[in-house]
């Protein structure tokens, strides 16, 4: 009660009519932050729910706390396992933290400050959308990128990808993904190849840190990595996408609060393990020999079916568009890998092409729906007469 009274005596230079004014939507994010929103909507029809963005975005900050946790322990891991020196798990914690908790700061930083002077300048609030777009784009990011770039990144996903459509709820494009599409085609050499995904230790001449995708990529077919290894996350790779086990955590609580979409995950599971199983059939490569369960648990499939295919705002809205949507994703990941030897990840890729098709789907959906009720109506008035 206390901080109550304390943010409404404090909020009184920025109600309407007073001096700060025009600062107001920037003073608001932190009661909305702290609080519940106090205003309901005025117009049009709407149902009461207990769900509200600001649950949304904590239920889904939620679920990738296991992935990021781990991909701190996996950063310190890979780090030392260069060095003969004995270290434990705290360790591991300390170091990783040191790598990836500048990067979150670097995001949250920028991209809160773009989207503060988007709402002072357009007179609307903050909306807590952003909450998960700063953690994701770290986690998507290879260990070792410098702080500035991650920096670029945000702000260029923050302006192009979702303020020039009209903010949160308005973009065609998943933020985050758009961050790390700018810093692949932007920064290429700090986005690819085998010393960018494990931070290198600064007494040694260089790493072999190549990633399960890229070795199979350049030709070669004995790979350094059990498959238990590649399920745990033990391996190098982007921040948070190596654990496929902690990802099906998150996937667990996103699908038990309802939060994400269990068609687009699971058919998106569909799409790659068939595609996956044609191309071991064919065989004409090493990324084609791969087996199709792999290809499940290698890269950042499993993190970009569960956090970045299920985006309420970018995806698909019907039912049965979600099921097309999730299909062609798992379809042209494997595609792209397979085919696409510059680019052996796909994931990515995948998405932001189905992102701009999403209203399509929906779109041919919702008027087969009609054609089909249309069909029905005249069969029913037929048979009364």
């Given amino acids: 009660m206390n901080i109550r009274k304390t943010i409404d005596n404090l909020k009184k230079p920025f109600n309407k009519g007073e001096k700060w004014e025009r600062f107001a939507p920037a003073f608001n994010a932190l009661d909305t932050f702290l609080y519940v929103p106090n205003h309901t909507t005025k117009h049009g029809a709407h149902i009461r729910d207990a769900i509200d963005l ?43 933290s040191a790598k990836i908790v500048p990067m979150i700061a670097v995001s949250y930083i920028v991209g809160l400050a773009i989207e503060f002077a988007f709402a002072v300048f357009r007179g609307h609030e903050v909306n807590e959308g952003y909450l998960v777009t700063g953690l994701l784009i770290p986690m998507i990011m290879p260990v070792d990128i410098p702080l500035w770039m991650v920096g670029l990144s945000v702000a260029f996903a923050v302006i192009i990808g979702k303020e020039a459509f009209g903010g949160t709820g308005m973009n065609i494009l998943n933020p985050a993904l758009t961050a790390r599409a700018f810093a692949f085609f932007a920064y290429p050499t700090y986005m690819s190849g085998n010393q960018v995904w494990v931070s290198e230790a600064s007494n040694i001449d260089g790493v072999s840190g190549e990633t399960i995708l890229g070795i199979l990529a350049s030709g070669e077919s004995i790979l350094p990595y059990e498959p238990l290894q590649m399920f745990m996350g033990s391996i190098p790779g982007s921040i948070a996408e190596t654990s496929t086990l902690m990802v099906l955590i998150g996937a667990f609580i996103l699908i038990f609060t309802g939060v994400g979409s269990w068609r687009i995950m699971v058919s998106g599971v569909i799409g790659a393990a068939i595609t996956g199983l044609l191309f071991n059939v064919w065989g004409a490569n090493e990324l084609m020999s791969f087996s199709w369960i792999n290809h499940m648990i290698v890269g950042g499939f499993a993190f970009g079916i569960v956090f970045m ?31 696409n030897p510059a680019y052996p990840e796909g994931v990515m890729l995948a998405i932001l092409l189905m992102n701009v098709f999403a209203p399509t789907i929906d779109h041919y959906v919702v008027e087969a729906n009609i054609k089909r009720r249309k069909k029905r109506g005249i069969k029913t008035a037929v048979n009364i007469v």
Wanted: glycine fraction near 8%; charge should be positive; charged fraction near 10%.
């Fill in 54 to 96: 600001k649950r949304t975005m904590i239920t889904v900050i939620i679920a990738l706390l296991p992935a990021l946790f781990y991909g701190i322990y996996n950063t310190g891991f890979q780090y030392y396992s260069q060095l003969d020196v004995e270290y434990n798990t705290i360790d591991l914690f300390i170091h990783g």
């Fill in 309 to 339: 295919a299920t985006d309420p705002v970018s995806a698909t809205q019907t039912v049965k568009g979600k099921w097309i949507y999730g299909l062609l994703i798992g379809i042209f990941c494997i595609l792209i890998r397979v085919f």
